[in-house]
């Protein structure tokens, strides 16, 4: 059973924006801490930012003042608004989940490729 399932991944000119989503089941959207991460080119896996309980939004340094987390809490959609998209934003976005008790992350969607051209 798929409990997440990312898209909006595209192919972008320098300097452009993408909004990416994140479809979750309805239990996991509600009760789960909810977060992007991605893997760029020769990089490690990076956290990008978290929507965590009561509705708190966090983000890592990389990218922070670029990315927006939002929720669309009716259909269970997590969103990451990107805006002035570089060459090296290029990568695959993941969306995971967990337990907010716990620190590891149960649940990986399958990610989705963002591609960004000068």
């Known amino acids: 059973q798929v409990q997440l399932r990312e898209s909006g991944g595209a192919s972008v000119q320098s300097g452009g924006s993408l909004r990416l989503s994140c479809v979750a089941s309805?239990?996991?959207?509600?009760?789960?801490?909810l977060t992007w991460f991605r893997q760029t080119p020769g990089h490690e896996r990076e956290w990008v930012g978290s929507?965590?309980?009561?509705?708190?939004?966090t983000y890592g340094d990389s990218m922070k003042g670029r990315v927006t987390i939002s929720k669309d809490s009716a259909n269970s959609i997590l969103y990451l608004q990107i805006i002035v998209l570089r060459p090296e934003d290029t990568g695959i976005y993941y969306c995971?989940?967990?337990?907010?008790?716990?620190?590891?992350?149960?649940?990986w969607g399958q990610g989705t490729q963002v591609t960004v051209f000068s």
């Open positions: 995971a989940a967990r337990d907010c008790t716990q620190g590891e992350y149960q649940f």
């Open positions: 309805r239990f996991m959207f509600r009760s789960y801490c």
């Open positions: 929507s965590l309980l009561f509705d708190v939004t």
